[in-house]
């Protein structure tokens, strides 16, 4: 089974604070992929990674930056922390193999911006 | 650009009993995916059903069937003998042939009644 870990399920930071969300991936998965999920708003598409070093731009990129080194490794920073950045970030990863292939996600991480 | 709508934010049915999740979906596009993922309370979000566009027939998977009319933009998840395990939110999302995304709609909360 794919299995797709974020580093943290519960994180609470300062307004300002640079934050970190990490997020690994065990299938040799080439996209990976960040989102938000707020109530009332499903998913929204930060940012995506469909190679190493690769990003684009998905529907709410601004205040977040992503980094991708490694082809497991997929993160998400927040330059200086907002309240209104305050939501749930659901990490993703598919492979390549087509269209039909589905986003298999982590667990989830919780933040809290005061 | 596609959109995906769930109209109803909440649902509810009694345990054995069906209910039918609606969703609907705008593109000027021909080939297409769409999904349908479920995401319990504080657990992973996992892949229900998926249907291809081109295929008129309707995607099955043991309880879960949808019903998609191409013609309608209507993609709408039946889900027979409810179990108590079925309570989650349920998201229906789309992708078009030639990417990686998806794109959601805002979800329906199921709530399963004893």
């Known amino acids: 089974d794919v299995k797709v870990t974020q580093s943290s399920r519960y994180l609470v930071k300062r307004t300002g604070e640079k934050v970190f969300l990490e997020c690994v991936q065990d299938?040799?998965?080439?996209?990976m992929f960040w989102y938000r999920q707020d109530p009332g708003l499903g998913l929204r598409l930060i940012y995506f990674s469909y190679d190493v070093k690769m990003k684009e731009k998905g529907d709410i990129p601004e205040g977040y930056s992503v980094s991708r080194e490694k082809k497991e490794r997929f993160s998400l920073i927040l330059e200086s922390a907002s309240t209104n950045q305050t939501s749930m970030y659901l990490c993703?990863?598919?492979?390549?193999?087509?269209?039909?292939?589905?986003?298999?996600f982590g667990d989830g991480t919780r933040l809290s911006i005061l | 650009a596609q959109t995906v709508t769930q109209s109803q934010p909440e649902m509810s049915v009694q345990e054995a009993e069906t209910v039918t999740l609606s969703c609907t979906y705008d593109t000027s596009e021909s080939d297409y995916y769409l999904f349908w993922y479920k995401q319990p309370p504080s657990r992973q979000m996992i892949l229900v059903i998926r249907q291809e566009a081109y295929k008129q027939q309707n995607a099955t998977e043991n309880r879960f069937s949808v019903n998609f009319q191409k013609a309608a933009k209507s993609f709408s998840l039946k889900i027979s003998d409810s179990q108590l395990g079925d309570a989650a939110m349920y998201f229906c999302a789309y992708r078009s042939y030639n990417t990686d995304k998806l794109i959601f709609g805002t979800g329906t909360r199921l709530q399963v009644f004893p």
């Open positions: 993703a990863s598919s492979g390549q193999g087509g269209p039909r292939l589905p986003q298999h």
């Open positions: 299938m040799d998965h080439e996209n």
